[in-house]
C-alpha cells in the first residue's frame, strides 16, 4: 500500500539554529502534502501544507519545499525557539485520505 | 475556521464496559470522517473511514464488531469501544474532511480522547 518515510526519527538542534525533516512517499498521484506539529496529549496542529502545482511554500520561520519527481518533501523551520519542540508528522493524501510518517521528536536545546 | 468538536476528551471504563466518544463538525459539513488511534510515541493509526449515511470501511486488523463507527449525519459521528479490555487504552482522534469555499478541502481534527481501561 501506499506510505510514507520519515526521517529523522530524533533531530536535537541548538536554540537559533534551522531544523530540517524530510519525507518520501510513493503515490505519485498525490496532490496535499501538509506538515502537522503534535505537542504530548494533544490533537495534531497543521503548521503548513504545501499542494502539487507549487514547489516551495513559506510562512514565517516556516517552509515547505515539495519536489514531484524525486516524491519527496521537507520541512524547514529557522531560527528555532524552545516552543518547537514537539513530534511533528508529514503526510500526504492518496484517494482523500492522509498516509502519515511515524513522526520526527524535535528537541530545541537552549 | 473550521472547528470538530470531539467529546469526552478523557475517560476511564472499567474492563467490559463500552465507551462511546463523539465528533462534531461545528461549522461546516462533514462528508467523511476518520478515526485514528495513536498509541505513545507513535504515529496515527487509521482505524475507519466513514461517509454520512454509510457503514465505514475499516483497515485491516481493525475489528469492526469492537469498534462501531456511526456516521449518521453529516455533522455527528461517534465511534463507540465495545467491551473494552485494557490494551484498547489509547488516545483516540477523529478527523473530518471538509469541503468549503473556493474549492478547498481540509482535514480538520478533534482534539483527541484519552482512554483508560482499568
Known amino acids: 500500500g501506499e506510505n510514507v518515510e520519515q526521517h529523522p526519527s530524533t533531530l536535537s538542534v541548538q536554540e537559533g539554529d534551522s531544523a530540517v525533516i524530510k519525507c518520501t512517499y510513493s503515490?505519485?498521484?498525490?496532490?496535499?502534502f501538509p506538515w502537522y506539529k503534535q505537542e504530548l496529549g494533544k490533537r495534531p496542529q497543521l503548521i503548513i501544507d504545501?499542494?502539487?502545482n507549487v514547489g516551495e511554500k513559506k510562512d514565517q520561520r516556516i517552509a515547505v519545499t515539495l519536489n514531484k519527481t524525486a516524491k519527496h518533501f521537507s520541512l524547514h523551520i529557522t531560527e528555532t525557539q524552545p516552543e518547537d519542540s514537539a513530534v511533528y508528522f508529514c503526510?500526504?493524501?492518496?484517494?482523500?485520505?492522509?498516509?502519515w510518517g511515524a513522526g520526527t521528536k524535535l528537541i530545541i536545546k537552549p | 475556521g473550521a472547528v470538530v468538536s470531539q467529546h469526552p476528551s478523557w475517560v476511564i471504563c472499567k474492563s467490559g464496559t463500552s465507551v462511546k466518544i463523539e465528533c462534531r463538525s461545528l461549522d461546516f459539513q462533514a462528508t467523511t470522517m476518520f478515526w485514528y488511534r495513536q498509541f505513545p510515541k507513535q504515529s496515527l493509526m487509521l482505524m475507519a473511514t466513514s461517509n454520512e449515511g454509510s457503514k465505514a470501511t475499516y483497515e485491516q486488523g481493525v475489528e469492526k464488531d469492537k469498534f462501531l463507527i456511526n456516521h449518521a449525519s453529516l455533522t455527528l459521528s461517534t465511534l463507540t469501544v465495545t467491551s473494552a479490555h485494557p490494551e484498547d487504552s489509547s488516545f483516540y482522534i477523529c478527523s473530518a474532511l471538509g469541503e468549503w469555499g473556493g474549492g478547498g478541502y481540509g482535514y480538520t481534527f478533534g482534539s483527541g480522547t484519552r482512554l483508560t481501561v482499568v
Open positions: 503526510a500526504h493524501d492518496s484517494n482523500y485520505q492522509l498516509i
Open positions: 503515490d505519485s498521484a498525490s496532490n496535499y
Open positions: 504545501i499542494r502539487s
